[in-house]
């Protein structure tokens, strides 16, 4: 279950991504040049050109195949038509087969920690990855 208020920002704003089977979604991330986050963590250059992969899930019942790979393969894919030099991610310190992905896509973890604070008070330890596209 995700939290899906930010799909209608994400449409409007031409960032989400999704890959479909017949009508079926398999897969979807949002491309952004911005996350509430970025200033939390050393990025490898802070003034490089970089884009943000949020909100990247894989259907259940595609799990286990391959798409998270392929998924991230694409968004660097785009990243780069987008003249970014970094693409950037935050995870769930506690999401190990996500850290897992990113880290055999060759995504790198910075120093540093984001704490997501919601409304309720409750908070997401989250660390930054990126991966350099040129």
Known sequence: MYPCEFFEEDIKNNQLYILLNNEEIVSAFVLSNTNSGETAVKWNDNHAKAVYIDRLGVNVKYSKKGIGSLMLDKAKEIAKT??????????????????????????????????????DGFVLQEYGYEIRLY
């Open 82 to 119: 987008l003249d970014a030099e970094f693409l950037r991610l935050f995870v769930v310190d506690i999401n190990i087969p996500a850290i897992q992905l990113y880290t055999k896509k060759e995504f790198v973890k910075v120093n540093g920690v984001y704490n997501e604070v919601f409304d």
